[in-house]
């Protein structure tokens, strides 16, 4: 149930903003929203509490977000929130991400290095990754996993390319045993 509430949102607003030529621009806006909703605990539960009635959650929106973020980010939280489904407005708006990110062939992955990469190190791992992968464009999440002593761990999607020392230590260890 929760996922098809989100899909047909997150498509309404998907045709809505392909329509006015505009996914490129509202992409990074859904991806900030999602940021402030999914990072403020106290919003979330009012948003998601049965016993606080939908005017108020309509005002909360309105305090927040009117003039502030598009019209058609808080029409579509407002409309959900009206049908009583404000507890979705985080995953519309992700749903909303995943199908510009697909249209646009925008990728996320995630490099786990063991130490800061510098900005060539970074450039070199993006220009490798648009190369091997087919996107026109990614957005590339960066984390420092001591545990890996060298080497990196790539993930997008369900891939992962695991170049690590940890993990070829490991590989030698199980075949020398």
Do not use: W
Not at 20 to 48: D, K, Y
Not at 67 to 78: N, P, Q, S, Y
């Amino acid at each position: 149930m929760a996922r098809e509430v989100e899909s047909v949102y997150g498509n309404a607003l998907f045709e809505a903003a392909k329509d006015e030529g505009r996914l490129n621009e509202l992409f990074g806006e859904s991806e900030s929203l999602q940021e402030i909703i999914c990072g403020n605990p106290e919003l979330s539960r009012v948003l998601t509490h049965p016993d606080i009635k939908s005017d108020e959650k309509l005002a909360l929106i309105d305090n927040i977000f009117a003039g502030r973020a598009d019209g058609l980010f808080v029409e579509t939280m407002k409309l959900a929130i009206d049908k009583g489904h404000s507890g979705h407005i985080a995953g519309i708006l992700r749903f909303f991400s995943d199908r510009v990110m697909e249209e646009l062939k925008i990728g996320r992955a995630e490099v786990s290095s063991a130490v800061p990469l510098s900005d060539i190190q970074r450039e070199k791992v993006e220009n490798k990754l648009l190369e091997t992968t087919g996107f026109s464009k990614l957005n590339v999440n960066y984390k420092v996993d001591k545990t890996l002593i060298g080497g990196v761990v790539i993930k997008i999607g369900d891939r992962v390319v695991d170049s690590s020392v940890k993990t070829s230590l490991e590989t030698l260890r199980k075949s020398l045993l």
